[in-house]
């Protein structure tokens, strides 16, 4: 490949109890790959997954907002300073796609290392990291030390430890997904599910508002997963719903990025 032009590259960031084989996530390679195109996906190093489907809880119960960031960065990095010559991927044509808390996690990412980022398309997205901890009763977590929440799919219980809650509350402004939003200089494409209960559409809504300039499409009559689920085969078996979410990611990253910002 010398001589020819430099990869861009979409990067992947999965939500909370997700990981990189689960569902559509694998087979998103087979739409995203073009001749001009890298897709990047990877496990968050403290998302509970090792050789197999959650099999590493202690991590997952270590796992702060600030550690995944810090994984993000890492991949930043790594493509700009080896993968660029080994894989031929462009240093400045990194692109972030987030699902869930990944999408937040997107956000957030996007306003402390703009450097890193040309791009960002989010799935689902939380537009606040205390919607993760909703239904967890804060004082009883903090008295005993360790929560566990229930994985509905494998029926899990699932430890957190308190040193998570409290990495958010001491770092709740720099977190801001909202705020992160509003200061994005940078093009940006929301989908949402209109029947998403997870993550209630209203926050994506909060979202766009936030950011002028971003592009917000609804998905009608969708959920969370936009109609796909665990296991899957192959994008055969996704959603029509699926297939238009990943044709207007594509679309809309394949633009040129000074035409997709309106001042």
């Known amino acids: 490949m010398p001589g020819s032009e430099k990869l861009s590259v979409s990067i992947y960031c999965h939500g909370f109890k997700g990981f990189k084989d689960w569902g559509f996530v694998p087979h998103i390679h087979e739409f995203m790959v073009t001749e001009n195109r890298a897709l990047l996906t990877f496990n968050y190093s403290h998302n509970g997954v090792d050789k197999r489907d959650f099999d590493a809880l202690d991590l997952f119960a270590a796992n702060t907002i600030g550690q995944e960031l810090r994984d993000m960065e890492s991949i930043a990095r790594w493509i700009q300073e ?19 808390r990944g999408g937040g996690n997107v956000w957030v990412f996007s306003a402390l290392f703009p450097q890193y980022v040309r791009k960002i398309v989010t799935w689902a997205s939380i537009n606040n990291y205390e919607h993760l901890f909703r239904d967890i009763d804060k004082e009883k977590w903090k ?10 799919r494998t029926q899990q219980a699932m430890p957190m430890n308190w040193m998570i809650y409290e ?23 929301i989908i949402h599910g209109s029947n998403d209960s997870a993550v209630p559409i209203l926050q994506a809504e909060k979202l766009a508002e936030s950011c002028m300039h971003a592009i917000f499409i609804k998905v009608p009559n969708q959920d969370h ?7 899957m085969k192959s994008l055969e078996q996704a959603s029509h719903a699926f297939w238009l979410v990943l044709d207007n990611t594509l679309e809309f990253l394949e633009e040129e990025a000074e035409d997709q910002i309106i001042a």
């Open 82 to 100: 080896e993968a660029t010559e080994t894989y031929h991927l462009h240093p400045e044509k990194l692109d972030w796609i987030g699902h869930s």
């Open 143 to 152: 008295a005993d030390g360790i929560t566990h929440i229930t994985n509905a």
């Open 167 to 189: 990495e958010f509350e001491s770092n709740r402004e720099l977190y801001d997904i909202v705020k992160s939003a509003q200061k994005l200089d940078k093009p940006a494409l």
């Open 225 to 231: 997963t936009f109609g796909t689920s665990h296991p």
